[in-house]
Each structure stands twice: as C-alpha cells, then as structure tokens.
C-alpha cells in the first residue's frame, strides 16, 4: 500500500523541497502530446524524422511542431485535476505577435488566458530581451519561461493560434502535476489589450470589470515614446472595490512604479537596464538613424510578495505623460505624449470567469499594422482570484 501524504505540491518553494508529496509530475511537449506516463520519445514522424532517418524511434522524432496558417493547435488538454508549474516554448521572434496562447480551464468555454506569446513571456517587441526575474526568465537565445502557478480543479486545455499566413515552427514543454486542488486556489487568468491610438488626456486601462475577490501580482508594460522629453511621470492606479474617481493605490511615477529612479537615468545621458526576481527594465530599442525612429522600453512588476488584494472589484489604469524643464528643487512643467499606441495583457484570477474578454478586433488590428506602425504599448497584470461555477 503507497504511503500517503498530506502536501499536495503546490506553491512550491525552497522551503518545502524536501516534503514529499502523492502528486504526480506529467510533460507536455512535441515527444509526448498526451502527457501520459510512459508514452514519451514513442513517435515514428514527426519534424525530426528526417535528421533521424538513420536513428530511428526514440532519438528526437518530434522535437517540434509545425501550425499551419490561421490555424489552432492543441497544446494541452488535461482531464484530471491538477496545476501547470513550468512552461517553456520558442520561436522565430517575428512570430511573437502572431501566436495567441490561449487556455480554458474547468471546462470554461471562453479562454482565461489569451495573449500573444512574446507578450506573455515580457517580451512584447518581437525583439529578443532576456529576462531574469523568478517567475518569468526568457533565454538565450530566445527559450521563454514561466512559473506562474496555474491550478485547476476539474480540467486545462491550452491552445495556440497562428494569425499570420505563414507556417510556423514552436518546440515547447509544458509541465504540470495531478494533485487535488482546493476550492481557494484562484485559476490563472491573462488579458491582452490594445490602445490604438491613445486619445488625447486618456489613460490606458489595463484591467477593468473585475468582480469579486482576488488579488493583482504583476504587470509587463512595454512603452513607445512619440515625443521628445523624459516620458515616464504617468502613475499606475489602483481602483479598488468600489472606487469611482479617485483610486486606494495611486503611484508617483512611471520609472518608481518598475522600482527605479530619477527618469532611469544611469550612468549620465543613459538609461539604465536591469533584471531583478521582481523588478526590472530590461530593454530599451533606440533609433537607428535610418529606419527604425522612436525609443521603445521593456518593463515589469511581479507583486509577488506584494499582491494587490481586493474584495469587490478592481480596475487598473496608468496615464500617458512625461516632464521637461526639471530644476534642483524637482519642480518641472508638464507634458502629454503625442498620441502613442500599444497593448497590454492582465493577469487575473477572478472571483467569476471574466465578462469583458474577447479581444479579436485589437489582435487583427496588432498583425495588420505590425510592421507599419511599431507603436505598442504592452501591460502583463497578473491577478489571482477566487474560483467559482462558469458563468457561462
């Protein structure tokens, strides 16, 4: 008879590695599509065969996929309990945009999560950025991680979608556990959304129409600026339950919101980039004097140890302007952006699956003007939210 155990191997960290646990560890990826025990390295075709012609089953068959254009594949569809622990995918970058993840959870029959794959991984320009924080880490050269614990009570199904008219290779490993779940893990949720451009004196909302409980962990934002000057005085605001005008959390600027400083500037007439476990400004794009006009920034926040928690509902904006003229005192004379535009993506887990979701004239309007007009800018909130029945 198998011992049994009371750690389900959940919220797994340094401090419980050594608990052993009857959760059981499956892998998703082009080697074993199902995730089933023993049915690893088993394919005879595959995008290896091939490179493999004279090795047969079981050296590298199907290391990789390949979807079709304006077509979905299936990545995961998982009928027991459990939770996504590690992701890892790769791509060519300028299928970045063009992929959109999707994924449905306990049945739900709209997607919880649904962005595009650069965004998701903080990597929002189709531009590679290596990112060292602990719940994102992208790679070179361009491997793309995330361990944000995703958790499901009755099933998971994972979908990626190909918008472009072009084939397009994906390697990917999805790891997870079957374990039981309890009723107040909150199912992982990620929104993506575009402003288009952004209207004079408007702000950019990230996340709107939540309701119930739950709590905010982290925000990617990728920012193009459109006029001279510094850009980034815009404050990240908070509107929690029941908050109309004024919000509970209302930050002083921009660069301290991504734990920086004084406009990022370091060393002199520089920005400064970093990658911290929660904090980072990892990419700065500047022009090339040919082609390429405008800087565009990488960011994020992982609320990790700090998530914004909230009882009724929540809406999360950030405002567009900057600040010239700046003297020894710290005072300086206003500027609005000229007219940016961009993306965004939260992450929540809300109390009931979330209304507002369907995002499909921003994703066909994004890869029309992919590359004629690279104004984007991308917010990765992250929420989690106490679970309840579909509302659908």
Not at 23 to 48: C, D, H, I, P
Not at 51 to 71: E, T, Y
Not at 139 to 152: K, L, Q, S, T, V
């Amino acid at each position: 008879m198998a011992d049994v155990y009371n750690f389900n191997g959940l919220g797994m960290s340094l401090g419980n590695l050594s608990q052993l646990s009857n959760a059981q560890t499956r892998s998703l990826s082009a080697e074993n599509f199902s995730g089933l025990k023993g049915q690893g390295g088993m394919a005879v075709k595959g995008t290896g065969a091939e490179s493999a012609r004279d090795l047969g089953q079981g050296w590298k068959i199907s290391p990789s996929i390949i979807i079709g254009p304006k077509s979905t594949f299936t990545l995961a569809d998982i009928q027991e309990p459990g939770a996504i622990q590690h992701m890892w995918m790769t791509t060519f970058p300028s299928h970045w945009r063009r992929l959109i993840l999707r994924a449905y959870w306990n049945g739900e029959e709209y997607p919880s999560i649904e962005c595009p794959i650069g965004d998701f991984f903080a990597n929002g320009w189709c531009e590679l950025c290596n990112i060292n924080s602990l719940p994102v880490a992208v790679n070179p050269a361009g491997g793309m991680n995330a361990y944000w614990e995703m958790p499901f009570q009755q099933s998971a199904r994972m979908t990626i979608e190909n918008l472009g008219t072009e084939e397009v290779t994906l390697y990917y490993q999805i790891d997870y556990t079957l374990t039981g779940v309890p009723d107040d893990r909150a199912c992982f949720h990620a929104q993506w959304r575009c402003s288009h451009p952004l209207a004079y004196k408007q702000v950019h909302t990230l996340l709107d129409g939540v309701q119930g409980k739950g709590q905010y962990v982290g925000t990617y934002l990728a920012w193009q600026v459109n006029s001279n000057g510094w850009w980034g005085e815009g404050e990240m605001k908070f509107f929690l339950d029941g908050d109309s005008d004024f919000p509970t959390i209302c930050g002083t600027g921009t660069e301290d919101y991504f734990g920086g400083a004084w406009n990022f500037e370091y060393p002199q007439g520089e920005y400064g980039v970093y990658s911290t476990a929660f904090l980072g400004l990892p990419q700065v794009i500047k022009p090339d004097g040919l082609y390429r006009s405008q800087q565009r920034f990488g960011m994020y926040r992982w609320h990790v140890m700090d998530p914004i928690r909230f009882e009724e509902d929540l809406r999360v904006t950030i405002r567009l302007w900057g600040g010239v003229e700046m003297d020894a005192i710290c005072r300086y004379r206003t500027i609005l952006l000229r007219s940016p535009s961009g993306t965004s993506v939260s992450r929540i887990y809300p109390i009931q699956h979330y209304l507002s979701w369907r995002n499909w004239r921003y994703f066909k309007e994004i890869i029309l003007l992919e590359h004629v007009f690279l104004m984007h800018i991308d917010y990765l909130p992250t929420i989690y939210v106490k679970p309840v029945m579909s509302l659908y």
